[in-house]
DNA sequence: CTCATCTCTCAAAGCGCTTTGGTAATTATT
DNA sequence: AATAATTACCAAAGCGCTTTGAGAGATGAG
């Protein structure tokens, strides 16, 4: 059923129809009753594409996700945030598009995503520390919004982001009150902008406080829970080991954890762990009093407002760029507590 | 750049410079060099929604994902799923559709799918025990491939699925043969095709080695930490508790340690816990030996068989139905043991 | 040399929609 | 009553591509 069947069914032509249907108000009342009806008596929707030709906007909204370094699509807080980005898109009837990219192809895909002008944004997801794609987006002229920022980058980019470096900053000040000296940081990687910042932040703390930073006491990896197995189990072994512990997220905490269950010590009492939480649905942190103590953010609640600002962004391209920045709490859950040394 | 654009600058018609791209014989090599040189030059790209207009084609693949009940867009196995899915995609040179979907609108997400045209075809994924969508796409016609099977359905489709019940059937027998007698099952919901079946498994090895399964030790929900632990949790504080436990992912099988934990028991020794294990990227289970003793079957993988099939389906639409079996692997890890009533 | 056969190219139609630039018919204004 | 304004509709063009059907020129066969 197209349109023009379904002008001819109702003897009409199918501008009034197209009208009829798209509200517009040169269509007598009575007239848009009828197609309507018929519409959806014959289950009618405008094609898509015919529709994205005729207006030049293809209502969809275009993730381009790194393939294969980053493996963004399989860290679980992607299903989160599109979860959330998901919300906003239904609401305003575009569809999202997923785009796998190989690295080294990004600038290609971006350039022909608007040349097959598939999409009408995109969400820059996981940008990096002085990330080209930023400077590439603005001059090919796509509308888009970063989640996240990136360090280095000089010009003007819508954004949203976590406060970081601050979160981050209080954590390690809040380890540093009780008492603890030895602080590891098992970070993501650090060429994510997001783990910069929270790296700056927990160096910036402990300087605060005279303590030197201690390369050994800081990692930085993908955060899956056998890294952060992996290298609390390492650090767990030095001649000085750490009595406490920021992990990146609450997957390398999960794995923080078991290292520090299967070198017979106790949590809290024997090491104290903090991790950054982004409230995933799957990993919520405890159902009271939380497990961990954390710093709190919800990368749904992130994806949601991205998403509606880039489709803000795509029905007034000329607005001035925005930026949100959100704060993440800090709860206190059940692994910190006073530095070990302080109680004997 | 459009083609008439690039035709008019070549000196020729839109005719030959469309063929020439799209590789057809009747084109001088000659010209057909020239032509791809312009384009490369020029950065053309054909306008993907006009030339699904023009071919019918879409070149894009939906995937439909309930947003209320079922969550399936925020379990981390989501990602891993559609990670391997787009590797597919990205070969065949096809683009990925997320429809957020509310319950009960299903039917009509469906319809608008098609009758919009914005797809060519659907993966169906965590299918329900007789899941409506089966029998309504296979009449509304739209190529689709399920993820799972759906008992009750009796009409044939393309389908990918684990052998749940043997998988669950073999873990419980394994641990039947360590002595275990009072089992739990912390399954996923059980209107899912999934859950359902590794229950039968579950309860078939119990009945064949004469124990009689217990209400009170099967438990079903999604599968979150914090239900793992909340379960686990409960039933060990029964009067009679249960020495081992069989969970549906790592991610509750996680919530499951942590309660064991908490109780002051130790797995394995006092507590067994087999889960089972999609081999998520960020969950893996251990790394040299088994954190968990698991059934194994990799997601991932899943994902990339499924996307082929249903890309072969669009291309061959009446090709007869293919369905794959997936025998998943049991892997001893270190959290089973021997009952603890044996060692008496 | 003529007719048939290839080889290469093209003009134009069509995919299903929106939108421009109308025209009748009705109502309001002078 | 004549003119202007408004209302309700329509034919046709255009979005950027593919594809049909045809034709010009070159080559081969008889």
Redesign the pocket.
Known sequence: M??????KKL????????????GY????????RRVEEAAREHN????S???G????RAMVIGHVIPASTQHEMVNPVFGDFVAGASRAYATFGYDMMFTRVDDGDEEQVYHALVAK?SVDGVILQGPRVNDARIPLLNRIGLPFIVHGRSSGIEESYDWVDVNNKRSFQRATKFLIDLGHRRIALINGLEQMDFAHRRREGYVEALKSAGIEPNPALMRSAEMTEVYGHHETRAMLKMEDPPTAILAASMISAIGVRRAIDEAGLTLARDVSVITHDDDLSYLRNGSDVPIFTATRSSVQHAGEILSRMLIEKIEQPDAPNQNHMLEAELVVGRSTGPAPETRR
């Not at 003897?11 to 798209?22: E, F, K």
């Not at 009618?44 to 094609?47: A, E, F, L, S, V």
Request: hydrophobic share 35%.
């Open positions: 197209n349109l023009k069947a379904l002008a003897q009409l032509s199918q501008t009034t129809v197209s009208r009829a249907l798209n108000p040169e269509v007598s009342e009575a007239t848009r009618y929707r405008p094609n594409r015919a529709k030709l005729a207006t030049g002008g």
